[in-house]
Each structure stands twice: as C-alpha cells, then as structure tokens.
C-alpha cells in the first residue's frame, strides 16, 4: 500500500538513510513522484491517513494479483498471493474502522498507483519480476514508516489501533519483500548460472 505524496519527507529520508537493509539503489530508481517534495514537517490527519491506507492498499492487491499472474519467479507469484490475502483482510478491517468513525475511503486506486500498476503491467518475466520486487521493498519501507507515525501520533483511537495492529504484517511483509528482491536480482541469478555450469 503506497502512501506516497502523504508522508513526511524526514521520515522517509530517515527510514532510507538507515537502510533497512535495502539496496541502495532503491533510493535513486524511484520516480521523484514518490517522494514529497517539501522538506517540512508535514504530519497526516488521521483522515488522510486512513483514505491514504485504503488507496495503497488496493495497490498492493491489485500488484498482488499482477504478480500472480505476471511474475516468472516462484517466489514472486507467492508474495503476490500473500499481497492480496493480507491487504485484502487489512481494508477489510480498515473499512469497519472508517465506518464506525463515519468516514469514506476511497474505491479507486490514485492516480500515482494506477501509473505504477500500468508500468508494471508492461512487463514480463524477469523484469517484471525485478520492477515489482524493487517496489514492493520500497512501498513497505515507506508504509511501516507512516504506520508507525501513525500509531503513536494519531488521535482517532480507532484508526490509531488499526495502524498499530497492522504494523506486524507489514514488517513481515518488507522481511519477505527483501528476500524476494534478493532471490530476483540478476546477480542472483548470474551466481546460480555459473554454479551450474
């Protein structure tokens, strides 16, 4: 689930700049799009949070089931599958949160997650499978990051304790999403060839 344009340009910066063990190289193949372009402060309404997290949540089902699809890999089509299961019970649970509190999320995916789904979209076999693994380490940085923001600033008790309860499934998904950008990497992949041969 994307959040981007939403979060806090330092929190993303500090969540990047300590690594969390992605590659480096996820920092700088990005769209700039997906970084805020302001450098203050910008903390997100609970509001914008919650129809923030029902959009990249639908991202991360719809991705999910292109990588079923689409992905060449093994592992890639399993954490698609893991994608759509748990970011399928995640809205779920979000919408009851929303509906209690009265609030209208989003049934649409934004504009910025419907361009990464049709790019995506486009390719195939290993490239597909390197593009999405690429983005999916990327996107879980970033959500854990405004979860966390979340869960300990927020002021709607419910929203708060839905970011709170879901930050668990989303760092298993970023340690799954490491290892999958890992086991598709070319050169993964070129040590494997030469052991072969």
Known sequence: MTLNGTLLA???SATLAIGFGAPAALATTRPASKTPAKTTTHV??????????????MAEVK?????????????????GKRMVA??????EE??????????TLPMTLSAHDQAAYDKLSKLS????DRAYARDMVH????????????????????????ASNALPTLEEHLKLARTM?????PHRKAASTAKKS
């Open 10 to 12: 330092s929190a993303l």
């Open 181 to 185: 950008y890992h086991d598709v990497s």
């Open 125 to 128: 076999g290993a490239a597909f």
């Open 44 to 57: 997100m309404t609970d509001t914008q949070f919650a129809k923030a997290a029902a959009e990249g949540g």
């Open 63 to 79: 991705l999910g089931q292109l990588a079923e699809d689409k992905g060449d890999s093994q592992v890639v089509k399993d954490f």
């Open 94 to 103: 979000l919408k009851t949160t929303a509906a209690g509190d009265k609030l």
């Open 139 to 162: 996107d879980h940085i970033t959500d854990i990051a405004a979860f966390k923001t979340e869960a300990k600033d927020g002021k709607n008790t419910g929203i708060k304790t839905f």
């Open 86 to 91: 748990d970011h399928t019970k995640i809205g």
